[in-house]
């Protein structure tokens, strides 16, 4: 038989005599050890078995209790533990229905509720996530049953045990519970790269390219993403298959359709590449829509025709079609159009009237017609695939992003600026878009690293940048712990050998490769770059993270140093595969041109590590990047200038 003890009120048992409590007061001197042998907490709703104490009858006890063997301070732990989600199930044959839970930490309790009173179980998640700091903490659940009162579950969560499960590819841990028909699921989140949450809702850039064979598609991916071949199709040359996604190994952070030119009496490649994009607009998902179109069209001759029936009826109908997907009609083959023209202009025109008579001649043969089949304005780039027209590359890539971000979505945009391998500016751009968004916003007074290791707070921030340069690197040697051992050797150092830099970042650097691929030209020599054995980092990289002054230092100048070695590797080594050997060339080349400025600069700046001097630290850190960044416009030139370098070459760290 089932029996029933009420009380109005919760009681305590203190040296033989009951003393009436409020719900959750906290007992002090009663609890003390030589005042209290025993403290009993009784809360209403208190059951029992009358025969026996059994598991099932302690598990329905609404209570806390304390005993002589609970410590009476916690002690917290220097890493906290990231909640971002608890769910509560019950057995579809329960009868009971969860009511509210409640999560109780750090002398903090959080009560859980579900959005909609129809539902049998809970499920919440928390942004920002709930840190907890205790080695223990406590879950009950409360429930409403078949009768009038309501029961309670208690969990109890030992941060050993979860920290015991193993991290997903996602940086979460799963802890789960259970106890007869109910069933709870805690998932703790690690450190989690902005870069990761970002690709996580659009790991590629989606690009559609409409054109004919021969104007020059397959050229023009392979600059803009620097990949060495495009199968885009298994079929025979002129044709394609516009549902095939295709993904270069060596680039993976875009997927590209191809699509044949809409040419006259061809109806049926019109009609599916238009059933393809209505298709792909109706995905729920960003990163399963086409996320910009490519048009491709050649550059006609003087008296040729630039635009198809098919691809006429397109541009008409491009509003209905597309919807808010960038459209770009990309004229390739500029400098056949150049050469010719200044081939038949021979020494009559000066370089003024040459420069006018180009851009009338283009106007005259693509963008009027372009404008008139369109009835309006529309986007459009001209290129050309040969390296000392990259400006031209730059330029589309530019615009398409420009448009992707106002029209689709600023994680598609991301995605473009992380695929494309052709604009360094974009590259920095996006480091410090993806940098602002979390981890170097506020850092003076970051709640972010509260806990964790310097190690963990360094590790996600090499994380975010080295996935937006994105280089073809199959051995993963930027992401290794040798090469952040490399960045960190000289973190603390104020006193590096000067290095007088008399020209801008770019031709400085410049000049520090030439000296040591020069010194490397004969039998081939390691590049020293002195590193521990075994990647000993320092002793500090495994203190827990402070505001401190040293501290905000040290992860400005982490950030400030990797930033300058990946606008060297940029030169270097475009296409990749990366290696050890040319990453060494790259922190040489730092070293030697302005990495002691840099740590000067970043030393002798003085941030307040209180709440509001943290964006000092931020404006700081884009200010020194802006000042050692290498222009765009200047790439080509400086890659000129360097000359070969062998990518195959390799060596130990």
């Not at 690709?199 to 064979?213: Q, S, Y």
């Not at 109908?317 to 990309?330: E, H, M, Q, S, Y």
């Not at 480091?431 to 916003?441: M, N, P, T, V």
Request: charged share 25%; proline share 3%; glycine share 4%.
């Amino acid at each position: 038989m089932w029996s029933m003890y009420y009380t109005s009120c919760a009681k305590s048992w203190t040296n033989g005599n009951y003393q009436p409590i409020k719900r959750f007061q906290v007992l002090q001197d009663s609890c003390k050890p030589q005042a209290c042998k025993h403290v009993l907490i009784r809360i209403r709703y208190y059951w029992f078995f009358s025969h026996h104490h059994s598991p099932l009858a302690r598990s329905l006890i609404d209570s806390e209790e304390m005993s002589e063997n609970t410590p009476t301070g916690v002690v917290a732990s220097s890493v906290p533990l990231h909640i971002i989600s608890i769910v509560i199930r019950l057995d579809g044959t329960s009868k009971k229905k969860i009511d509210f839970a409640e999560l109780k930490f750090d002398s903090q309790r959080q009560e859980i509720r579900n959005s909609s009173e129809q539902d049998k179980d809970l499920n919440a998640t928390f942004d920002p996530a709930i840190a907890v700091t205790t080695d223990r903490l406590s879950l009950s659940v409360h429930f409403q049953g078949i009768f009038p009162w309501k029961t309670t579950k208690k969990f109890s969560l030992d941060r050993k045990d979860i920290l015991s499960n193993a991290v997903s590819h996602r940086g979460q841990r799963e802890y789960r519970m259970t106890e007869g028909k109910m069933s709870v699921v805690v998932t703790i989140s690690q450190l989690q790269s902005t870069s990761s949450s970002i690709l996580e809702i659009c790991p590629r850039f989606r690009l559609l390219v409409i054109g004919k064979t021969g104007v020059g598609k397959s050229s023009l991916i392979q600059q803009a993403f620097k990949i060495n071949e495009v199968h885009i199709s298994e079929h025979k040359r002129g044709e394609a298959d516009i549902e095939r996604e295709f993904i270069a190994e060596e680039n993976e952070r875009f997927v590209l359709h191809d699509s044949q030119g809409f040419e006259a009496g061809d109806s049926m490649i019109f009609k599916t590449a238009k059933d393809f994009i209505d298709r792909r607009r109706k995905e729920p998902k960003l990163q399963d829509k086409i996320h910009a179109v490519w048009l491709c069209l050649s550059i006609p001759q003087a008296d040729g025709r630039l635009l198809e029936s098919g691809v006429e009826e397109f541009l008409k109908l491009r509003k209905d079609i597309l919807g808010d997907i960038p459209l770009i009609a990309v004229f390739t083959k500029h400098d056949i159009l150049v050469d010719k023209l200044e081939y038949d202009a021979g020494e009559s025109y000066d370089e003024v009237k040459l420069e006018e008579l180009k851009v009338s001649t283009l106007d005259k043969l693509c963008i009027q017609p372009l404008k008139e089949a369109a009835e309006s304005d529309i986007l459009h780039a001209t290129v050309s695939t040969n390296e000392e027209y990259e400006s031209t590359i730059r330029q589309l890539i530019d615009l398409t992003t420009t448009n992707v971000e106002k029209y689709v979505a600023s994680e598609a945009a991301l995605a473009m600026m992380i695929a494309q391998r052709v604009d360094i500016g974009l590259k920095l751009k996006a480091s410090i878009a993806i940098g602002e968004k979390r981890y170097w916003r506020g850092l003076a007074a970051s709640m972010n690293f509260t806990g964790f290791t310097m190690l963990d707070c360094l590790s996600v921030i090499h994380k975010d940048i080295i996935d937006v340069w994105n280089f073809n690197d199959p051995h993963c040697h930027l992401d290794s712990d040798q090469f952040k051992a490399l960045i960190l050797k000289d973190l603390d150092k104020v006193d590096l050998p000067h290095t007088a830099q008399a020209f801008e970042f770019g031709l400085s650097v410049v000049a520090i490769i030439a000296s040591i691929l020069s010194s490397l030209s004969g039998p081939l020599l390691p590049i020293v770059v002195p590193i521990a054995t075994g990647v000993v980092l320092a002793k500090w990289v495994y203190d827990t993270y402070q505001r401190t002054n040293i501290v905000l230092r040290r992860i400005m100048t982490y950030i400030v140093d990797l930033t300058c070695i990946m606008q060297i590797l940029f030169l270097l080594a475009p296409t990749g595969p990366i290696s050890r050997h040319v990453i060494k060339i790259a922190i040489k080349g730092y070293e030697g041109t302005c990495k002691s400025d840099v740590h000067s600069a970043i030393q002798s700046h003085c941030v307040s590590v209180t709440r509001g001097g943290g964006d000092d630290a931020l404006e700081k850190i884009v200010r020194l990047i802006k000042d050692h960044s290498i222009k765009a416009e200047d790439v080509q030139n400086l890659r000129t200038k360097i000359g070969h370098v062998d990518l195959q070459v390799d060596e130990e760290w």
